[in-house]
């Protein structure tokens, strides 16, 4: 099946580092990319919608100067957590959809990021 | 907006049938799925069903769909202990973002 990679899996770092995800979708094109944050013991939470050579769509209350996406080729779309501080520590989750398939979105393993 | 309703928790015996419910709000709901979700873990998409559709069994799990009260049930026959994960319902019309539920707890006790 669609196998979706997101790296790293974990990350530590200090309070004001940036900090950037990586999504790529290994076995087909990806017309879409979602990255989504997960709270302890909560659902999912959409931040943007991404689609291949154009701005991210934010949604509302997720600040885009903080979270910058950039979604440059149908198999890559990075999240980069500009100058983290702890409040940033979550779990983020990308997604990627092409266009025909039933199943609408792949996911990838997640990455765990915790900002000291 | 569209909202998608899950009980937090469930608790069954090994062996014993585990039955998660979920209801949505939507009405032109096309998609509907069910995924796993392991500690630490991405998700994993277990079966799917179609708004016209009313029952989808795939091994131990059976889908069952009431589109009428908008009920969507995921019932795993013989529940193992490697089935303890978060599960979550989602939707979608086709060309939306998916809407996820808060996820249901399954715990199995051995």
């Known amino acids: 099946g669609a196998v979706v990679s997101q790296h790293p899996s974990r990350v530590i770092c200090k309070s004001g580092t940036s900090v950037k995800i990586e999504c790529r979708s290994l076995?087909?094109?990806?017309?879409?990319m979602f990255w989504y944050r997960q709270f302890p013991k909560k659902s999912l939470m959409l931040m943007a919608t991404?689609?291949?050579?154009?701005?991210?769509?934010?949604e509302q209350g997720v600040e885009k100067d903080k979270f910058l996406i950039n979604h440059a080729s149908l198999t890559l779309s990075t999240l980069t957590v500009t100058s983290a501080h702890p409040e940033d520590s979550s779990f983020y989750i990308c997604?990627?959809?092409?266009?025909?398939?039933?199943?609408?979105?792949?996911f990838g393993d997640g990455t765990r990021l915790s900002i000291l | 907006g569209e909202d998608v309703e899950q009980s937090l928790f469930l608790s069954v015996r090994e062996g014993d049938s585990s039955v998660i419910n979920c209801t949505y709000t939507d009405s032109s709901s096309t998609y509907l799925y069910w995924y796993k979700q392991e500690p630490g873990a991405g998700l994993q998409l277990l079966t799917y069903?179609?708004?016209?559709?009313d029952m989808k069994q795939d091994q131990r799990l059976t889908v069952l769909l009431n589109k009428k009260d908008k009920h969507l049930s995921l019932r795993i026959a013989d529940t193992q202990t490697g089935d303890s994960a978060i599960y979550f319902c989602a939707e979608s019309t086709g060309n939306t973002p998916l809407v996820f539920g808060k996820g249901t707890r399954l715990s199995v006790i051995a």
């Open positions: 076995d087909f094109q990806a017309t879409t």
């Open positions: 997604s990627a959809e092409a266009e025909g398939q039933i199943q609408p979105q792949h």
């Open positions: 991404s689609n291949e050579g154009s701005k991210a769509t934010y």
């Open positions: 069903i179609f708004s016209n559709m």
